[in-house]
């Protein structure tokens, strides 16, 4: 099971670089995916930076195989989904891409985050 979620987390980390690097490239088109359209490319560009950084911080502990902090840092990293819904939600964008991108994104690292800590 554990290393099911190692490589889960691997995943989420890849992703969530994809989706940082989209962000610095088509960041109006990223935005709407996004659930908030908004046209503003310097803003973009940060929310990109900071979801390459994301998946980055978390690399470290799965190229060395510490799967209990990996857990812990996959944990931590919960928080910038589960802020991106309640961005979503309080400026009155789709409640589809809030909970079924967002919030699926944050459950989804909190289940393998457990599976990590506790194996």
Request: aromatic content about 6%; proline content about 5%.
């Amino acid at each position: 099971m554990a290393t099911i979620a190692t490589w889960l987390a691997g995943l989420i980390a890849l992703g969530i670089i994809l989706i940082g690097i989209r962000f610095l490239l088509q960041p109006v088109a990223s935005a709407a995916g996004f659930g908030t359209p908004v046209p503003m490319n310097a803003f973009l560009s940060v929310k990109g930076v900071r979801d390459i950084t994301a998946g980055l911080v978390v690399l470290p502990a799965l190229v060395t195989g510490n799967q209990h902090m990996l857990g812990w840092l996959v944990l931590a990293s919960v928080f910038a989904p589960v802020g991106d819904m309640v961005v979503v939600l309080r400026n009155g964008g789709p409640r589809a891409v809030a909970f079924g991108v967002h919030g699926a994104t944050g459950a989804v690292m909190v289940a393998v985050a457990a599976v990590l800590i506790l194996a």
